[in-house]
């Protein structure tokens, strides 16, 4: 067990810190608001033979009735409940963005939209 952290905390293989806390957000479920899932990508688990990426999980969901600004808006609901703060200073225009402090390290929730599509990424 202890050579195994080790070599965990040193970046050389499994799930980051990071990306560990991000897997346990609410925001973060392939079964958030009962969404049709679509596609899921997490990024950033520890490879000594890959370069290091920025530890982050992205779900792509099916808009509920079609109604992509319905969704969005729930989301949104959804994530401000859960404790996430809307930030308004970066990345005019992309979507909503939103922060949360756990354990000393802020994380950031993006809600975008990709034609009929609402992407939900946590890094």
């Known amino acids: 067990f202890g050579v195994w952290e080790l070599g ?7 799930a ?3 990306l560990r806390r991000i897997k346990v957000e609410k925001i973060a479920s392939k079964n958030l608001l009962d ?3 679509v596609d ?3 990024r950033g688990h ?6 290091k990426v920025m530890p982050s999980i992205q779900n792509r969901f099916r808009a509920a009735d079609g109604d992509v600004d319905k969704t969005v808006s729930q989301i949104i ?3 401000e409940a859960d404790g996430w703060t809307r930030d308004d200073s970066l990345y005019a225009g992309i979507g909503w963005i939103g922060r949360k402090n ?6 950031t929730v993006i809600v ?6 609402v992407i939900v990424e946590i890094l």
Do not use: H, P, T
Not at 8 to 14: A, I, Y
Not at 112 to 117: D, F, G, L, W, Y
């Open 35 to 37: 969404l049709e899932l």
């Open 46 to 51: 520890n490879d000594s033979l890959s370069k």
């Open 8 to 14: 965990r905390l040193g970046g050389l293989w499994g």
């Open 16 to 18: 980051s810190d990071v």
């Open 102 to 107: 756990i354990y000393n390290n802020e994380l």
């Open 77 to 79: 609901e959804f994530a």
């Open 112 to 117: 975008k939209v990709r034609s009929e599509i």
């Open 40 to 42: 899921s990508e997490v």
